[in-house]
């Protein structure tokens, strides 16, 4: 029997976008939170590995 995977995702259960439209917690924008389950796993690691850690590195 298939049993189905989890989703791989950012969030750390503080979901409150900040006043640059970015989640204070997994700094995603409210769009990829959103869409988040209808991404690919590939966008979805893209995200992770590529985008999320610039824009943590632009909030310090």
Do not use: F, K, Y
């Not at 900040?18 to 769009?31: A, K």
Request: proline share 7%; with cysteine; glycine share 10%.
């Amino acid at each position: 029997m298939n049993q189905p995977h989890p989703i791989l995702s950012p969030c750390i259960g503080i979901c409150h976008l900040g006043s640059d439209g970015w989640c204070e917690g997994c700094l995603r924008s409210g769009d990829e939170i959103a869409c988040w389950v209808a991404m690919g796993e590939t966008e979805r690691r893209r995200l992770m590995d590529e985008v999320l850690p610039r824009r943590e590195a632009l909030r310090r």
